[in-house]
Protein backbone atom coordinates (compact mmCIF):
# COMPACT_ATOMS: atom_id res chain seq x y z
CA UNK A 1 0.00 0.00 0.00
CA UNK A 2 1.18 3.26 -1.10
CA UNK A 3 1.06 6.28 1.69
CA UNK A 4 0.61 8.98 -1.31
CA UNK A 5 -2.57 10.46 -2.09
CA UNK A 6 -4.85 9.28 -4.97
CA UNK A 7 -3.75 12.40 -7.13
CA UNK A 8 0.28 12.11 -6.31
CA UNK A 9 2.56 10.02 -8.44
CA UNK A 10 4.48 7.33 -7.23
CA UNK A 11 6.83 4.27 -7.91
CA UNK A 12 4.16 1.86 -7.24
CA UNK A 13 1.72 2.94 -9.65
CA UNK A 14 1.96 1.73 -12.68
CA UNK A 15 -0.78 4.30 -14.76
CA UNK A 16 -1.91 7.48 -14.21
CA UNK A 17 -4.96 9.20 -15.82
CA UNK A 18 -4.77 11.68 -17.83
CA UNK A 19 -8.25 13.49 -18.95
CA UNK A 20 -10.67 12.15 -21.62
CA UNK A 21 -10.97 12.43 -24.97
CA UNK A 22 -14.35 12.59 -26.82
CA UNK A 23 -15.21 9.79 -29.35
CA UNK A 24 -18.08 10.08 -32.17
CA UNK A 25 -20.06 7.28 -33.80
CA UNK A 26 -22.73 7.93 -36.05
CA UNK A 27 -25.94 5.98 -35.68
CA UNK A 28 -29.08 5.76 -37.49
CA UNK A 29 -30.73 8.35 -35.20
CA UNK A 30 -26.86 10.71 -35.30
CA UNK A 31 -23.92 11.43 -33.21
CA UNK A 32 -23.36 10.00 -30.41
CA UNK A 33 -20.27 10.87 -28.43
CA UNK A 34 -18.56 9.41 -25.59
CA UNK A 35 -15.76 10.82 -23.34
CA UNK A 36 -13.06 7.78 -23.17
CA UNK A 37 -10.55 8.05 -20.28
CA UNK A 38 -7.25 8.61 -21.25
CA UNK A 39 -4.15 7.46 -19.48
CA UNK A 40 -0.25 8.00 -19.73
CA UNK A 41 1.19 4.46 -21.11
CA UNK A 42 -0.83 1.43 -20.94
CA UNK A 43 -2.84 2.09 -24.17
CA UNK A 44 -6.23 1.70 -22.23
CA UNK A 45 -9.46 1.89 -24.26
CA UNK A 46 -12.82 0.12 -23.32
CA UNK A 47 -13.42 -3.10 -24.96
CA UNK A 48 -16.73 -2.71 -25.10
CA UNK A 49 -16.32 -0.17 -28.14
CA UNK A 50 -14.11 -1.48 -30.90
CA UNK A 51 -11.38 1.01 -32.15
CA UNK A 52 -11.85 3.26 -35.18
CA UNK A 53 -14.94 1.69 -35.28
CA UNK A 54 -17.48 4.47 -35.70
CA UNK A 55 -20.77 3.07 -36.74
CA UNK A 56 -23.51 1.69 -34.72
CA UNK A 57 -22.25 -1.78 -34.92
CA UNK A 58 -19.92 -0.94 -32.48
CA UNK A 59 -22.79 0.24 -29.72
CA UNK A 60 -24.85 -2.23 -30.51
CA UNK A 61 -22.00 -5.01 -29.45
CA UNK A 62 -21.11 -2.85 -26.49
CA UNK A 63 -25.25 -2.45 -25.41
CA UNK A 64 -25.38 -6.26 -26.17
CA UNK A 65 -21.89 -6.95 -24.02
CA UNK A 66 -23.40 -4.73 -20.71
CA UNK A 67 -26.61 -6.14 -21.18
CA UNK A 68 -25.33 -9.77 -20.31
CA UNK A 69 -23.10 -8.15 -18.00
CA UNK A 70 -25.94 -7.15 -15.82
CA UNK A 71 -24.71 -3.78 -16.05
Known amino acids: ?4 CPYERCTERV ?3 NG ?3 KTML ?3 GEVTFE ?3 VSSSG ?3 SALEKSTRTEQAVNLALAEMYVQGI
Request: hydrophobic share 35%; net charge positive.
Open 44 to 46: FYP
Open 36 to 38: VPQ
Open 15 to 17: DHA
Open 27 to 29: TRL
Open 1 to 4: MSAS
Open 20 to 22: FKS
